[in-house]
């Protein structure tokens, strides 16, 4: 029944007479262009975010452990040890102290984050290798760019380092500064790392904030990102309690949730271009019941039950649907090739930290896209469909 | 004793307060080749319809094949009535109603096996018309498809409703001959609803209305 009900449906659908096949036409191009729309939005969203993601990872490390307090309840050697012996996962890891200072040009005064390392081990500057320009002099501080740029300072020129909690005194703790050279600067490309952090070697830090609690750092990159959960969390028990463990995806969590939440608030949105489309189902469906009455009624007289009527009308929904959806894929992927290949949506990479935003069509999308197709679809069909079950035979017999 | 297979008991139908049929009782053995006579508005088609079960009695029992269609104020459900027409009782049209999307094979293998389709149409001598759409047939070529139609499931009640009314003399005479030949040769009972007062001949039996 269901080969014959098919059969029925594709020759009626394929049956043109009068106006139906422009509205045929203006169904299947609703569906077409609805799909594409839909497809083509969520796959700028979807490549602009995984852009942003390589972009973030290219900036940040994958997992930070932090600890702030007593040096003694935590064996900072014991944990670079654990770190040794996952050499499978981890691409490379860094360990640095972070001091909270403020640096001095003149009259001016900031506020910073001073990390302190080794600038003799190698080791420990694997995360700012590429991005420091100028010498490791042991004997200098590195300054983010944007820092050097509103302090007006280039390599040579001096700065201030003021310790906050320096020497003790009767009435209390007085500020410690240290003039030290600027041997150079560090362009990250994150703009809060690049105007508030300055880099020195950890002998000179430790001995100018020898009073300050440092807060320790372990920044670890893993050979694949994305296990960056489920790593940080085998860590845990290896390491103790003491650290604060935080993955890249935690970091930017707020960011791709708003960028999520757009997204599916524009899918929301550009949905209503297929509702609209399914309504052009519906009035092509109800033109061609009215137009086939007569063959229903035969059906009918001849035995067939309601079911096989809907679901000729079901099945010319779903077609027309369907081949309005592959068709729509197809201009989506073609298109999405073309604005790849030749780059064209443009935007500004000092904010986006990209020059054009790639499209990426997921499988998800294209599913999800499916599924709504043929949900609208069916709805779209089945008002005809219990029109023209709904319709008296003899009626329709006594009309002809 | 030859069983009915039709059965209706002092059956009246009502449209719009005006009674259509009134009070008929009619008896119909297997086999038969029954005329339903009478002027137009006498209740022809109406009757054809109840006995065809895709028109429901104002009132009175109707039996078909041994089964209540209505009876006591009560219809058999839509669902049992189509499975008993689709099974059993086959229809024939004034007006053909063929469907226009589908060639002469299509139009009476999709009511039933294709084989049988091919050897019925080679029967009703349209053999040569198997892939022509019914616009493309006469009158009577159509009139003799829709008979193949009917006829494909191989029922046991064939009900037509003025079959020859669109069709000339000789034409009419053509399908009556071969309704009477079907009839002879496999039994089926015929019902046949006509104005036409020269195809009386055919029938066993006639019923008047009006």
Do not use: C
């Not at chain 1, 309690?241 to 524009?266: C, S, V, Y």
């Amino acid at each position: 029944m269901r080969f014959k009900a098919l059969k029925i449906a594709i020759r009626y659908l394929l049956s043109f007479k009068g106006s139906t096949f422009i509205i045929s036409l203006i169904s299947f191009f609703g569906i077409v262009i609805s799909t594409a729309g839909i497809l083509l939005t969520n796959g700028v969203f979807e490549g602009f975010q995984d852009n942003l993601r390589i972009k973030l990872l290219g900036s940040m490390p994958n997992i930070i452990l932090t600890y702030v307090g007593d040096d003694s309840k935590v064996d900072i050697p014991k944990v670079l040890g654990i770190l040794e012996k996952n050499k499978k996962d981890i691409k490379m890891f860094s360990y640095f102290k972070i001091y909270h200072g403020a640096i001095q040009r003149g009259s001016y005064i900031s506020a910073v984050n001073v990390d302190a390392m080794d600038f003799g081990n190698t080791k420990n500057l694997v995360f700012f290798a590429n991005k420091i320009k100028g010498s490791l002099d042991k004997k200098g501080v590195i300054l983010g760019k944007d820092l050097a740029a509103m302090l007006g300072v280039s390599k040579g020129d001096y700065v201030s380092i003021i310790s906050p909690v320096g020497v003790q005194t009767p009435f209390g703790y007085m500020p410690k500064v240290q003039n030290l050279p600027v041997v150079g600067t560090l362009n990250s490309g994150i703009f809060d790392i690049d105007y508030s952090t300055v880099l020195m070697d950890n002998s000179f830090a430790d001995k100018l904030f020898v009073n300050n609690p440092p807060t320790r750092v372990v920044e670890i990159n893993l050979k694949n990102p994305f296990y960056a959960p489920s790593f940080a969390k085998s860590l845990k028990p290896l390491i103790g309690e003491k650290f604060i463990i935080t993955t890249w995806i935690d970091m930017n969590k707020p960011l791709f949730e708003a960028l999520q939440t757009e997204e599916r608030g524009i899918f929301f949105v550009l949905t209503l271009m297929i509702v609209v489309a399914s309504f052009n189902i519906t009035s092509l469906l109800f033109i061609k019941v009215k137009e086939k009455l007569r063959d229903i009624a035969i059906f009918r007289v001849y035995g067939e039950p309601k079911s096989f009527i809907m679901a000729i009308i079901l099945i010319q929904g779903l077609l027309l649907s369907l081949s309005g959806f592959l068709v729509g894929v197809l201009v989506s992927f073609v298109l999405e090739f073309f604005i790849n290949k030749f780059k064209l949506i443009h935007v500004q990479k000092s904010i986006y930290l990209m020059s054009y935003v790639p499209v990426s069509i997921s499988f998800k999308d294209v599913m999800e896209v499916f599924l709504l197709v043929i949900f609208l679809s069916l709805v779209a069909a089945f008002i005809p469909s219990y029109y023209a079950v709904k319709e008296n035979i003899v009626r329709i017999l006594r009309n002809d | 004793m030859t069983e009915s297979v039709i059965e209706l008991k002092n059956v009246s139908k009502i449209y719009k307060d005006k009674p259509v049929v009134e009070g008929l009782s009619l008896s119909i053995k297997k086999g038969e080749f029954v005329g339903i006579m009478g002027p137009s508005g006498s209740g022809k088609s109406t009757t054809l319809h109840i006995i065809g079960g895709i028109e429901t009695p104002s009132s009175g029992d109707v039996n078909i094949l041994g089964v209540w269609y209505a009876k006591d104020g009560k219809v058999l459900n839509e669902k049992a009535v189509s499975k008993l027409r689709k099974k059993y009782i086959s229809f024939i049209f004034q007006f053909y109603y063929l469907l226009e999307d589908f060639d002469v094979l299509e139009n009476v293998s999709l009511f039933g096996d294709k084989k049988k389709a091919i050897e019925l149409l080679s029967f009703l001598r349209l053999d040569h018309r198997l892939n022509y759409k019914p616009y493309e047939l006469s009158g009577g070529e159509q009139q003799r498809v829709a008979i193949a139609r009917a006829l494909v499931r191989e029922p046991q009640i064939l009900i037509a409703d003025e079959p020859t009314g669109n069709l000339d003399y000789k034409e009419s005479h053509k399908i009556f001959s071969l309704l009477k030949s079907l009839n002879k040769e496999s039994n089926i009972t015929i019902i046949v609803a006509t104005h036409n007062e020269e195809l009386k001949p055919f029938f066993d039996r006639v019923i008047y209305l009006g």
